[in-house]
C-alpha cells in the first residue's frame, strides 16, 4: 500500500474534560487510536506531525512515527511541509487530528481520482468548498508549500495553497462507495470543543468499529 497517512497534529492542545482531545475516549478506544485503525486500512506508513512529540510517544505503535516541523509555528501547512519531506510514499492522505471517523473507504477513492488525472490532490467537497484536511496529496507538492513558507512571516492559508497547486475538489455525489459519509459528512468532524466531542458520542453507536483495535499495556501498544 503505497500511501503514508498523515495526521497533522500541530501544537499546544486544547483539552476537554481534563485531556487532550486525541486522547479522549470513544466506545472502547481514543479518538487517536480509532483514527490510526482507519488510516491503517489503507496506508503503509502512518506519520503524526506535532510540536509537542512526548504527548503521543505512549499513545501510539511503533510503526507509527511521530515527526516535528521544520518550519515551527507556521500551522497546519508547515505540518504539510514536514510529512511530504519526509513521507516514504508518493502519496499522502492528510488529516487534521481529533477526527475520529475518517474513511479509508473516501480517501481511496480520493487517491484514484489522483492517480487517473495525474493531479497534485484530490480533495472532498464539503459544503461547496474544497475540505483539505481529508485530501490526497502528492509529494511533489512540496517546493510549493515550501516556497509559500519561506516567502512570508506569517502563517500560509490552505486557501492559498489550494491556488497553486493543481487540485479537485471533488463532489461527493460524484464519487462510487459507500454512502455512509456522503449522509452525514462524519469524516470532516474535527474534535475541539465539547459540544463536538458530545456529536462524536452520539454518532459513534451508528458507525461500524474498525478493524483493528489497539490497547495500551504499559508503553506499548499492541494490535489485536
Known amino acids: ?26 466506545a472502547s478506544e481514543t479518538l487517536l487510536e480509532r483514527q490510526i485503525g482507519e488510516m491503517g486500512k489503507l496506508c ?13 510517544l505512549e499513545h501510539v505503535p511503533r510503526s507509527v ?15 504539510l511541509h514536514a510529512a511530504l519531506a519526509l513521507s516514504k510514499y508518493a502519496y499522502l492522505w492528510v488529516t487534521g487530528s481529533a477526527m475520529p471517523f475518517i474513511s479509508a473507504e473516501l480517501a481511496r477513492l480520493l487517491w484514484e481520482h489522483v492517480l487517473l488525472f495525474q493531479e497534485e490532490a484530490a480533495l472532498p467537497e464539503v459544503g461547496g ?44 455525489d460524484g464519487l462510487k462507495g459507500e454512502t455512509a459519509w456522503r449522509d452525514d459528512l462524519a469524516f470532516s468532524l474535527r ?17 461500524q468499529p474498525p478493524a483493528h483495535n489497539y490497547w495500551q499495556r504499559g508503553r506499548e501498544l499492541w494490535l489485536e
Not at 503503509?44 to 503521543?56: A, D, Q
Request: one cysteine or more.
Open 1 to 26: 500500500m503505497m500511501l503514508t497517512g498523515v495526521i497533522l497534529a500541530g501544537g499546544t492542545k486544547r483539552t476537554i474534560r481534563g485531556t487532550t482531545a486525541d486522547l479522549l475516549p470513544l
Open 44 to 56: 503503509g506508513e502512518i506519520i503524526i506531525v506535532t510540536e509537542e512529540p512526548r504527548l503521543y
Open 65 to 79: 512515527r511521530i515527526i516535528t516541523d521544520f518550519f515551527p509555528n507556521r500551522g497546519p501547512l508547515g505540518g
Open 129 to 172: 468548498t474544497a475540505f483539505p484536511l481529508h485530501g490526497i496529496y502528492r509529494q511533489s507538492c512540496l517546493h510549493k508549500v515550501g516556497d509559500m513558507i519561506e516567502s512570508s512571516s506569517s502563517e500560509p492559508r490552505w486557501e492559498a495553497l489550494l491556488e497553486r497547486i493543481a487540485c479537485h475538489a471533488v463532489p461527493l
Open 191 to 207: 474534535i475541539s470543543s465539547e459540544a463536538e466531542y458530545e456529536k462524536a458520542l452520539q454518532l459513534c453507536p451508528s458507525i
